[in-house]
């Protein structure tokens, strides 16, 4: 056994400094972060009889009510995109990825509360395999909406290079929040029900059931596009479906239009990261 | 295992804790809602701070095996979770030489979903290592458990012994410099337990050093080279671990044991004013520790002229059984004869303590001399504790000495 090798020369004494957000060597905080997130993967999917079909079945399923509503009783969708089911589905698979990560890393924090008051570990591991979690979902669903793309008749096109950037935004962006959301559920436990409200607010600020130049209203547009989900979800659109619609520039009415958008971006992630730091070291001791 | 061995001397220093302060902020009135925090942003506030630990500072040394003793609430835990850096100090430094096992509790990092070879892993990047070597230890840690046939079972399936162990044979493999180890010598069977002793042995030559938590002297005193009592986040003593375990115990049954004396009991001759068991210093104690003396002190007021009185003491066990009894015959001294009313008499016994730890009532009784008859009886008089000492079967374990001699050829 290990333990029966010679006596090895001291190590240096060095400081500790308790636990922190990423405290314990890059290696093992990315180690951890990868196991974590595919065992978690692992024991959902195949702790279930379906697996990984459930994960599918609820935005296909919200897909096709929505479809339903918006093709047949409503008529907006289908009027004024190109490729209204297809921009359907896509903005659901990136929103549910939103929702999702940001929905679990609000308890995350709470629910692993035995190894957080038992062990030492670089705390920000626990919202980030969430999200990590979430992600791979995200990237199962996303072949699957490629089959419904190439199915509905869409040409691949150079621009689909872009989609990746619009994804990396939307992972930055739901990690930052998902950051902020689980050290805040530690000492306000109102905050799982806000986000639930919240959420479900953002859904509907995003262009994800209507394809925005049906609201046909400019002032609106610009609105929309102070939420940096919606430019996300607008550019997503431009680079995979519709090289032709509005793209975010458009919509916010010039490049100066998306600066609160960049702001609110820049301002979430930083809160994101402060939150988070400030309460790492102690949320052992609020939980 | 061997008696302990000082670890050689001029070793370097493996863990170097100066003035570590931690206090904890007890909100007296707990804010858990926004809506309360909105409502009453400022009378919400109220905290208490409770200090934890008050100026800690010491050394262990590299090889050391280090046992902390403390009762509930003296701050050693959250000593060992400053050390494992779950909690953050507000106060002082801590320095570690080394990589540290930051487990409190064993197995602690289990996924009760996942099998025991996916956990294993889980639990040895946890402590630091990479999930290769934690696969490539994989055999040597499900051998040391003793699990080999239930590797692919899940945990939630596992015994309480068969976690422990799998919990330990991790930790023991995960090849920290230090080690927490927090109550958990007593786990497994006795061959278990036996390999366990092993491994710490080995990890001793191996210059490992440990820290260990506990309740129990016995462990501490068989295993520690030093170790330390932590009473109110303060170090009451730190060094020899048989003194401290004695200690301890002192700091344990302090204040416990009495239990209610009887009302001042009245006869028709004499009146009881006072029936207590003192201390070296005369006060009033309630309990005692093994081989220190039985000092009993009887006050009884004389209600009518008498020719004389005995005085008897009978010493019993919690279970009924006299162990022994001891008295003043009549005449002996001048205090037990040609009493007059109104007079104060004063007993006082001093018994060489052969009795094993437990609970012991004192009974007294009080006797007419000449005339013959009980003038007073009190059961109960006196109630006390008796700690520490070997633990032993029987009631008495009284001091001796105990030799085997042969002769002949070897």
């Given at each position: 056994?290990?333990?029966?090798?010679?006596?090895?020369?001291?190590?240096?004494?060095?400081?500790?400094?308790?636990?922190?957000?990423?405290g314990?060597g890059?290696?093992?905080?990315?180690?951890?972060?990868?196991?974590?997130?595919?065992?978690?993967?692992?024991?959902v999917?195949?702790?279930?009889?379906?697996?990984?079909?459930?994960?599918?079945?609820?935005?296909?399923?919200?897909?096709?009510?929505?479809?339903?509503?918006?093709?047949?009783?409503?008529?907006?969708?289908?009027?004024?995109?190109?490729?209204?089911?297809?921009?359907?589905?896509?903005?659901?698979?990136?929103?549910?990825?939103?929702?999702?990560?940001?929905?679990?890393?609000?308890?995350?924090?709470?629910?692993?509360?035995?190894?957080?008051?038992?062990?030492?570990?670089?705390?920000?591991?626990?919202?980030?395999?969430?999200?990590?979690?979430?992600?791979?979902?995200?990237?199962?669903?996303?072949?699957?909406?490629l089959?419904?793309?190439?199915?509905?008749?869409?040409?691949?096109?150079?621009?689909?290079?872009?989609?990746?950037?619009?994804?990396?935004?939307?992972?930055?962006?739901?990690?930052a929040?998902?950051?902020?959301l689980?050290?805040?559920?530690?000492?306000?436990?109102?905050?799982?029900?806000?986000?639930?409200?919240?959420?479900?607010?953002?859904?509907y600020?995003?262009?994800?059931?209507?394809?925005?130049?049906?609201?046909?209203?400019?002032?609106?547009?610009?609105?929309l596009?102070?939420?940096?989900?919606?430019?996300?979800?607008?550019?997503?659109?431009?680079?995979?479906?519709?090289?032709?619609?509005?793209?975010?520039?458009?919509?916010?009415?010039?490049?100066?239009?998306?600066?609160?958008?960049?702001a609110?971006?820049?301002?979430v992630?930083?809160l994101?990261?402060?939150?988070?730091?400030?309460e790492?070291?102690?949320?052992?001791?609020?939980? | 295992?061997?008696?302990?061995?000082?670890?050689?001397?001029?070793?370097?220093?493996?863990?170097?804790?100066?003035?570590?302060?931690?206090?904890?902020?007890?909100?007296?009135?707990?804010?858990?809602?926004?809506?309360?925090?909105?409502?009453?942003?400022?009378?919400?506030?109220?905290?208490?701070?409770?200090?934890?630990?008050?100026?800690?500072?010491?050394?262990?040394e590299?090889?050391?095996?280090?046992?902390?003793?403390?009762?509930?609430?003296?701050?050693?835990?959250?000593?060992?979770?400053?050390?494992?850096?779950?909690?953050?100090?507000?106060?002082?430094?801590?320095?570690?030489?080394?990589r540290?096992?930051?487990?409190?509790?064993?197995?602690?990092?289990?996924?009760?979903?996942?099998?025991?070879?996916?956990?294993?892993?889980?639990?040895?990047v946890?402590?630091?290592?990479?999930p290769?070597?934690?696969?490539?230890r994989?055999?040597?840690?499900?051998?040391?458990?003793?699990?080999?046939?239930?590797?692919?079972?899940?945990?939630?399936?596992?015994?309480?012994?068969?976690?422990?162990?799998?919990?330990?044979?991790?930790?023991?493999?995960?090849?920290?410099?230090?080690?927490?180890?927090?109550?958990?010598?007593?786990?497994?069977?006795?061959?278990?337990?036996?390999?366990?002793?092993?491994?710490?042995?080995?990890?001793?030559?191996?210059?490992?050093?440990?820290?260990?938590?506990?309740?129990?002297?016995?462990?501490?005193?068989?295993?520690?080279?030093?170790?330390?009592?932590?009473?109110?986040?303060?170090?009451?003593?730190?060094?020899?671990?048989a003194?401290?375990?004695?200690?301890?115990?002192?700091?344990?049954?302090?204040?416990?044991?009495?239990?209610?004396?009887?009302?001042?009991?009245?006869?028709?001759?004499?009146?009881?004013?006072?029936?207590?068991?003192?201390?070296?210093d005369?006060?009033?104690?309630?309990?005692?520790?093994?081989?220190?003396?039985?000092?009993?002190?009887?006050?009884?007021?004389?209600?009518?002229?008498l020719?004389?009185?005995?005085?008897?003491?009978?010493?019993?066990?919690?279970?009924?059984v006299?162990?022994?009894?001891f008295?003043?015959?009549?005449?002996?001294?001048?205090?037990?004869?040609?009493?007059?009313?109104?007079?104060?008499?004063?007993?006082?016994?001093?018994?060489?303590?052969?009795?094993?730890?437990?609970?012991?009532?004192?009974?007294?009784?009080?006797?007419?001399?000449?005339?013959?008859?009980?003038?007073?009886?009190?059961?109960?008089a006196?109630?006390?504790?008796?700690f520490?000492?070997?633990?032993?079967?029987?009631?008495?374990?009284?001091?001796?000495?105990?030799?085997?001699?042969?002769?002949?050829?070897?």
């Amino acid at each position: 056994m290990s333990a029966s090798t010679p006596p090895k020369e001291a190590a240096p004494l060095r400081e500790v400094h308790g636990p922190s957000a990423l405290g314990g060597g890059s290696r093992r905080f990315f180690d951890l972060l990868w196991l974590l997130s595919v065992t978690e993967f692992k024991r959902v999917y195949f702790g279930t009889v379906l697996g990984y079909v459930w994960s599918l079945v609820r935005p296909l399923a919200l897909f096709g009510v929505l479809l339903f509503v918006f093709t047949k009783v409503f008529k907006i969708g289908s009027e004024t995109a190109e490729h209204y089911p297809v921009l359907l589905l896509l903005g659901i698979v990136l929103f549910t990825f939103f929702q999702e990560a940001s929905t679990n890393a609000v308890t995350s924090v709470v629910t692993q509360e035995g190894v957080v008051r038992k062990t030492q570990f670089p705390r920000l591991v626990i919202p980030l395999s969430t999200v990590l979690t979430s992600a791979f979902n995200f990237g199962l669903n996303l072949i699957v909406v490629l089959g419904f793309v190439l199915a509905f008749g869409v040409m691949p096109a150079w621009s689909w290079l872009l989609f990746p950037l619009a994804v990396a935004f939307l992972f930055v962006f739901t990690t930052a929040v998902s950051m902020m959301l689980s050290v805040l559920y530690v000492r306000f436990r109102d905050v799982a029900i806000i986000w639930l409200v919240f959420a479900q607010m953002l859904f509907y600020a995003t262009p994800v059931l209507y394809p925005i130049e049906a609201l046909g209203n400019k002032t609106i547009e610009h609105l929309l596009m102070v939420n940096p989900l919606a430019v996300i979800f607008q550019q997503a659109r431009v680079w995979v479906l519709e090289p032709d619609a509005p793209t975010a520039v458009d919509a916010a009415g010039g490049a100066l239009g998306l600066l609160p958008a960049a702001a609110i971006f820049v301002a979430v992630c930083a809160l994101g990261v402060f939150t988070f730091n400030r309460e790492a070291p102690r949320i052992a001791e609020d939980l | 295992m061997n008696l302990p061995t000082p670890p050689r001397a001029g070793a370097s220093t493996a863990v170097q804790v100066e003035d570590l302060h931690k206090s904890f902020r007890i909100p007296i009135h707990r804010v858990d809602s926004l809506k309360e925090r909105v409502v009453r942003p400022f009378t919400s506030r109220d905290y208490r701070d409770l200090h934890a630990l008050d100026g800690v500072s010491f050394e262990i040394e590299q090889g050391e095996f280090f046992g902390i003793v403390g009762r509930n609430g003296s701050g050693k835990s959250t000593l060992l979770k400053l050390l494992a850096s779950i909690y953050r100090a507000d106060r002082g430094t801590i320095r570690i030489a080394g990589r540290l096992a930051p487990f409190i509790e064993l197995g602690v990092g289990f996924n009760h979903d996942l099998t025991a070879r996916e956990n294993v892993v889980l639990n040895g990047v946890m402590m630091g290592l990479t999930p290769k070597e934690m696969r490539d230890r994989l055999d040597a840690i499900i051998a040391f458990a003793e699990l080999e046939e239930f590797v692919d079972l899940k945990l939630k399936n596992y015994s309480s012994g068969m976690l422990v162990r799998l919990a330990f044979a991790v930790m023991m493999e995960a090849d920290a410099d230090v080690l927490l180890i927090d109550e958990v010598l007593a786990v497994g069977d006795a061959s278990f337990q036996q390999k366990c002793a092993d491994a710490f042995r080995q990890m001793k030559a191996a210059g490992k050093t440990i820290v260990l938590v506990t309740h129990d002297m016995k462990t501490v005193e068989e295993y520690c080279h030093r170790a330390m009592l932590i009473s109110e986040g303060r170090i009451q003593r730190l060094g020899d671990p048989a003194a401290i375990g004695r200690d301890y115990l002192r700091l344990n049954f302090e204040g416990e044991g009495g239990g209610e004396t009887p009302e001042a009991a009245e006869g028709e001759e004499v009146r009881l004013l006072e029936a207590v068991l003192e201390g070296p210093d005369g006060a009033p104690v309630t309990n005692l520790e093994h081989d220190e003396e039985i000092r009993l002190r009887l006050e009884l007021e004389v209600k009518r002229d008498l020719p004389g009185l005995d005085v008897g003491f009978l010493i019993a066990n919690a279970d009924g059984v006299d162990v022994f009894n001891f008295g003043i015959p009549v005449g002996e001294t001048e205090g037990t004869r040609e009493l007059l009313a109104g007079q104060r008499v004063t007993v006082r016994a001093v018994v060489q303590n052969p009795l094993a730890a437990g609970r012991y009532f004192v009974h007294c009784g009080i006797n007419r001399a000449f005339e013959g008859g009980i003038a007073l009886y009190l059961q109960n008089a006196i109630e006390f504790l008796v700690f520490g000492g070997q633990q032993t079967r029987g009631v008495v374990h009284p001091e001796l000495r105990i030799d085997a001699t042969v002769e002949g050829e070897r």
